[in-house]
């Protein structure tokens, strides 16, 4: 079974940096990219970014380029959406997902929350 | 970056009903790289319809998703009580493969 997991919920000031992490499973974690989306209630879904675990192959979207850094450790199965320093705008749930083309599995999740 | 229109913005219906969501892009979608998910409260968005017209795996038959170029369709033959949730569309046909703004469908 296909299966990714995320890192759990995290509360930040603002300037602080972060670090959070999809583990997948139940597949060639090597053969497929993983992406990461970004949910607000003001701008819905939006699509940051993705990696090629099998060679660190990364592509951003010039919404979140020099914003965020994608990166994956593929000996332990894992992807990673990291900032140096968290804005109050950051707040937000962000969600991998498994790349075919289209994004056909989901982790569950992780909220950031980035208050003072 | 093709920015994706969805309509309506919310939809009111009642289980056994047909319901019609539409999605149209600024520019074509190459490929018919166009996708539908399903988000229901407190969970992550599920795909239900890639390359415009196909249904992803475990997906009932009464989603069905058509269209091409810039104009795209989901269409929920008769609605169980189960489906009310929001839909997104979603383009990967070019990057950045952005979102529709969603369809609530909501109980009538």
């Known amino acids: 079974e296909v299966q990714l997991v995320q890192s759990g919920a995290e509360v930040k000031k603002p300037g602080e940096s972060l670090k959070i992490s999809c583990k997948g499973s139940?597949?060639?974690?090597?053969?497929?990219?993983i992406g990461w989306v970004r949910q607000t209630p003001g701008k819905g879904l939006e699509w940051m970014g993705i990696?090629?675990?099998?060679?660190?192959?990364?592509r951003y979207s010039p919404s979140f380029q020099g914003q965020v850094t994608i990166s994956a450790d593929k000996s332990i199965s894992t992807a990673y959406l990291q900032w140096s320093s968290l804005k109050a705008s950051d707040t937000a749930m962000y969600y991998c997902?498994?790349?075919?083309?289209?994004?056909?599995?989901w982790g569950q999740g992780t909220l950031v929350t980035v208050s003072s | 970056e093709i920015v994706l229109t969805q309509s309506p913005g919310t939809l009111s219906l009642s289980p056994g009903e047909r319901a019609t969501l539409s999605c149209r892009a600024s520019?074509?979608?190459?490929?018919?790289?166009l996708a539908w998910y399903q988000q229901k409260p407190g969970q992550a968005p599920r795909l239900l319809i890639y390359?415009?017209?196909s249904r992803a795996t475990g997906i009932p038959d009464r989603f069905s998703g058509s269209g091409s170029g810039t104009d795209f369709t989901l269409t929920i033959s008769r609605l169980e009580p189960e489906d009310f949730a929001v839909f997104y569309c979603?383009?990967?046909?070019?990057?950045?493969?952005?979102f529709g703004q969603g369809t609530k469908l909501e109980f009538k």
């Open positions: 139940g597949y060639s974690f090597t053969s497929y990219w």
């Open positions: 520019q074509s979608v190459s490929g018919s790289y």
């Open positions: 990696i090629y675990p099998g060679d660190s192959d990364t």
């Open positions: 997902a498994r790349v075919r083309s289209d994004f056909d599995y």
């Open positions: 979603q383009q990967y046909g070019s990057s950045p493969y952005t």
């Open positions: 390359g415009a017209s």
